[in-house]
Each structure stands twice: as structure tokens, then as C-alpha cells.
């Protein structure tokens, strides 16, 4: 094929297979059989190898990175990851309450939404293209984990937009994908992880993207680092606004209008915690208004807009 016609080929192929992969691992709605998903990769990867000045950072042939680290470089957090503070019972949830409308006055709104038992994520893109991902560390500093990121399917190598922002997450291990890999490990006579979180975590922190790749790991995002730019007034609306920009957001989120609902949502889901795909440690509580997240303002290491309610530790079935 010659040059000019490869160039295009392979802007063809860039929209096809990100609509594609999107399809599958956003939507979990493929729309094309994964033979032909395939044989399209395969078609790029042939004109990547004929031209090699067409592979971009953006390409799917990109997402699983050629080299092993020596050691991961570490991240400033321009805006820091905060913690959550907890709750661990109704009279915490209705003192926060109490503390909120002090604050604010009654007219008040929450987003519940479940809270991921995984490892808390940065992801940087400029004007809509990835280039950055990293983990919490301790708020300020983390662990570039960028090449290891791209090898999670539901994180778009380029957004809808060609928007600069700063998105967090919890990056998980489905409970299959747990399960499958400490049988193998088990087989192989290795110790096995203890729980999803630790075997995310392990497995975001290994130097080989070829590893971090073999293990199944997914993302929920949940906050742009600075919702004040987008134009959303509301949490909720920013999470719908994380959802176009082409990011995988929990499907459970439900505003709620007064205390008691968050109450109901919290033991409809120490009812339904255990049916779910992935593990939740709890819910995470938060005030609606971003006007009012501002006249609450944060702590030195969390925000008085939000809270979590932990479940009580699963009893272990031994
Ligand atoms: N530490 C934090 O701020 C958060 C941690 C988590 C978590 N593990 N899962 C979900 C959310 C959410 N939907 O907001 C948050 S927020």
C-alpha cells in the first residue's frame, strides 16, 4: 500500500477499533464479532510494521508497551487525592447530615454511589489524548503506572473531547479474574493474593506491562480533577459528562433527596453486595451542588462534602 493511502487506512482503523474496544469494555455492548475486531488489528499492525512513523501513542497496537521498567518515576498530584472520611453507622450518617445542613441549609442533595475496593487512579489527557496515569501514593506523590494503565481496555487511549483534564478512579480486579488467577497461582504453587484490592494493586505495580495486561484489571471513574472547568454544576452531571467523554462510570450511582434515602441505597446494597462482579468496601456519600461542595470546603486530608459508609467486615466463610 502506498504512503498516502496507508496514512488514511490508519485513521480509519484508530476510529473503528476505539469505537470497538469502547463498545466492548465500556458498554460491554460489542457491536462487530471479535473476529473481525481482530482481523482489523491485524490489518493495522501490518501497516504499522510496513510504515513505522504512522504508530501513534493513541493506537490500540500501543496498548501493551514493549519494555520492562526499571523502576516507576514518581507523580505530583497538581490537585491532591484526597481521602474520604468515614461512617460507620445510621447516627454518623445523619450527624453528616446535621453537619452538612449547618453549613448549607436544608435545601440539600447527595449522590451515593458504590465504593470500589480497588486501587485510587489518576489519568491526565491533554487536548483528549492519554498521557499520564498514576496511583495515589499519599496524595501528593504517586507512581507513574502509564505504560501498565493502557493495558486496562476501558481507559480510552483519546477522549471525545480534545479536552486537557485530570480524571480519578478506582482501578479493581473482577472477582472472576481474582479467581482465575490464584487457582493458577495455587497450581503453580505460588501465594496467592489475599483479596481483589491487593491483587489489583499487585498486579498495577508490576515493572512488565505484559503481566499488569494478563490480569483482567478494570476501571470505574468518578471525579474530574477540577469539575469547575467543565461547565457541570453538579456531581451528578459530572459523572454523566466522564460518561460521553467516553469513560467507564458505575452504572449504581442514584441521587438522593433526604438522609433516609441515602439509608435505603446504603442497605439495598449491603443486600446486593455479594451478587456483584467486583467487591465494594462500602458507599461513598456525596453532596450534589458543587456550590455547596465549595461553601464546605475539605479538611487537610478530606472533604466535609463527602463520606463513606464502611461496611462491616465480611465474616469469612472458613
Ligand atoms: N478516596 C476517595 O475520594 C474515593 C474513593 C472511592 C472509591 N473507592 N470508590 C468510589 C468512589 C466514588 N464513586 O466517589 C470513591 S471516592
Known amino acids: 500500500m502506498e504512503k498516502k493511502a496507508a496514512e488514511k487506512r490508519v485513521q480509519e482503523l484508530h476510529t473503528l477499533l476505539n469505537q470497538y474496544n469502547y463498545e466492548y469494555h465500556v458498554l460491554d455492548h460489542p ?5 473481525e475486531y481482530d482481523q482489523l488489528m491485524r490489518e493495522l499492525t501490518d501497516i504499522e510494521a510496513q510504515y513505522p512513523d504512522l504508530v501513534s501513542p493513541e493506537s490500540p497496537t500501543q496498548r501493551v508497551g514493549g519494555e520492562i521498567l526499571s523502576a516507576f518515576n514518581k507523580v505530583e498530584h ?60 499519599d496524595g501528593t506523590i504517586g507512581e507513574d503506572i502509564t505504560a501498565n494503565l493502557k493495558t486496562i481496555r476501558s481507559i480510552p487511549l483519546r477522549i471525545s473531547q480534545p479536552m486537557t483534564i485530570e480524571v480519578r478512579g478506582e482501578a479493581y480486579m473482577p472477582k472472576k479474574s481474582f479467581e482465575k488467577l490464584n487457582q493458577q497461582k495455587e497450581e ?3 501465594e496467592p ?33 477540577d469539575f469547575s472547568e467543565t461547565g457541570a454544576t453538579t456531581h451528578h452531571d459530572g459523572l454523566n459528562l466522564l460518561e460521553k467523554l467516553g469513560f467507564k462510570v458505575n452504572k449504581e450511582r ?65
Request: hydrophobic share 40%; charged share 25%; aromatic share 10%.
Open 78 to 137: 497538581k490537585i491532591p487525592m484526597l481521602s474520604l472520611g468515614n461512617a460507620f453507622n445510621e447516627a454518623d450518617l445523619r450527624d453528616f447530615d446535621r453537619k452538612v445542613k449547618q453549613a448549607v441549609g436544608d435545601d440539600v442533595e447527595y449522590v451515593c454511589e458504590l465504593k470500589i475496593d480497588g486501587l485510587a487512579i489518576s489519568l491526565h489527557y491533554e487536548n483528549g489524548l492519554f498521557i499520564q496515569g498514576s496511583t495515589r501514593g
Open 188 to 190: 503453580n504453587g505460588e
Open 254 to 318: 442514584e441521587k438522593c433527596t433526604s438522609i433516609e434515602e441515602v439509608i435505603q441505597y446504603v442497605q439495598k446494597w449491603v443486600e446486593k453486595r455479594p451478587h456483584l462482579p467486583y467487591e465494594i468496601d462500602g458507599i461513598v456519600i456525596k453532596v450534589n451542588s458543587f456550590v455547596q461542595q465549595s461553601e464546605l470546603g475539605t479538611t487537610a486530608k478530606s472533604p466535609r462534602w463527602a463520606i463513606a459508609y464502611k461496611f462491616p467486615a465480611e465474616e469469612v466463610v472458613t
Open 31 to 35: 457491536s462487530v464479532p471479535d473476529a
Open 193 to 225: 493474593f489475599a483479596n481483589p484490592r491487593n491483587a489489583a494493586a499487585g498486579s498495577l505495580r508490576q515493572l512488565d506491562p505484559r503481566i499488569a495486561a494478563s490480569r483482567n484489571l478494570d476501571i470505574f471513574l468518578y471525579a474530574i480533577g
